[in-house]
């Protein structure tokens, strides 16, 4: 095991963002579109429900593994509500963070015999839970147009008797693009053809839909529920990415064993964002729906934005996008016009001569591209813009 660990990187956006509050610390203004984590504070209502969580004496104790029963009960109706597929309450597990609830998923699911798929451009986390695992990563790019995810032909292509997981990722990270429902349809006929294969989707974005609700793979297919892995969670939808809360839902004997390495690492997820977090799955009279509308409305206004600033700087190629808060762009052009030698050289210039932090595109699996967070506050985010502007037109 101790091998695996070896070869593991630092998380690229959270070494970014250690860089970035270190030039802070020392009085330096740098304006982090870095990190995907909400600005605003978390709604009243949810700090309200983690205050009066404190004060209650079971919040000062551990819970049990998977979780308490309210919880999973809260959640377990969401996704009968959100997907229109039930699951019973052993089948669910609650998770300090949908990160952890993907590293117990992937812990569970492979040996260092199998290899695991993952759609590419891909949150920076996946290869390196992978690792950990001991399995080997393969990587699948859409081979007829890199501005897309990759489809059910490049998949098929990809599966070999060796693929023990594949983890689907939409809305996706960086680009904030996502599988239309033709597109998920042409997936799970591909994927029923190899029942080797285990699947998660990681649906962490799927509420920040920018207009029309996202379709997903379990609804889509529900017939192959027994094979997947859903992983969520509260901490970009309700703008908590501290409080550490996320779940999985899956196959029992999944769980059971997810379960099983939570009891020896963690125990449980911390008692008192547990107990809080029931209200943001408790239907609301459309408290979140309109609390989420209102962030959405930024992101949408921001993309919109720093897409046109872009559009100005020769050679930016600008990703299409319908969910999340991420502006993806190709930057062949620019880093050839500008001569440096690639995306890390670049970013490292922006975040250490304009103080903008952004996160290359390498770290995603796609080498010459860039990702913007759309989650700056807005008097800051027009400073970045120009200051973006500004460092384009210094002579180099
Ligand atoms: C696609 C994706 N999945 C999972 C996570 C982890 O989320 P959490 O903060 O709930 O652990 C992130 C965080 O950036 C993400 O982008």
Not at 57 to 82: C, F, M
Not at 164 to 185: R, V
Request: aromatic share 8%.
């Amino acid at each position: 095991m101790i091998q695996n660990y070896h070869n593991l990187s630092f998380s690229p956006t959270l070494s970014i963002d250690r860089r970035v509050k270190e030039l802070q610390s020392q009085g330096l203004s740098v304006l982090n579109l870095g990190i995907g984590e909400p600005d605003r504070a978390p709604h009243l209502k949810l700090q309200e429900a983690l205050s009066n969580a404190l004060s209650l004496n079971e919040s000062a104790h551990y819970t049990p593994v998977q979780g308490i029963l309210k919880l999973r009960q809260a959640i377990s109706d969401w996704i009968l509500r959100e997907y229109g597929v039930s699951y019973d309450l052993s089948d669910l597990i609650i998770t300090p963070g949908c990160k952890m609830a993907i590293v117990l998923a992937v812990m569970s699911a492979v040996s260092s015999r199998d290899r695991v798929l993952i759609n590419a451009p891909y949150w920076t986390s996946y290869p390196e839970i992978v690792k950990l695992s001991g399995a080997s990563v393969g990587k699948i790019y859409n081979q007829k147009n890199k501005y897309e995810l990759p489809m059910a032909e490049d998949i098929k292509e990809a599966i070999t008797p060796e693929t023990g997981l594949i983890i689907l990722n939409s809305p996706n990270n960086p680009t904030g693009q996502f599988y239309s429902t033709t597109q998920l349809k042409d997936i799970a006929a591909c994927l029923r053809k190899f029942p080797h294969v285990k699947i998660i989707t990681d649906d962490l974005y799927h509420p920040i839909a920018w207009d029309d609700k996202v379709p997903t793979l379990l609804q889509i297919a529900p017939d192959l529920k027994d094979r997947i892995c859903l992983v969520h969670g509260l901490s970009k939808s309700h703008r908590i990415t501290g409080w550490r809360i996320g779940f999985a839902a899956g196959p029992k004997n999944w769980i059971e064993m997810m379960s099983l390495i939570q009891s020896q690492m963690l125990t449980c997820a911390a008692t008192p964002v547990q107990i809080a977090a029931i209200t943001a799955y408790e239907p609301s009279d459309g408290i979140w729906e309109e609390d989420l509308k209102n962030d959405i409305n930024t992101y949408k206004r921001r993309y919109e934005q720093l897409k046109s600033a872009l559009e100005i700087i020769d050679g930016y190629k600008i990703y299409n996008s319908g969910a999340a808060f991420y502006l993806f762009a190709d930057i062949t052009q620019v880093l050839e016009r500008l001569g440096y030698k690639d995306d890390n050289s670049y970013v490292h210039a922006l975040l250490e001569e304009a103080h903008i932090a952004c996160v290359p595109g390498s770290a995603f699996g796609m080498p010459r591209h860039i990702r913007f967070a759309l989650t700056l506050a807005d008097n800051l985010f027009e400073e970045a813009i120009t200051r973006l502007i500004h460092f384009h037109r210094m002579p180099s």
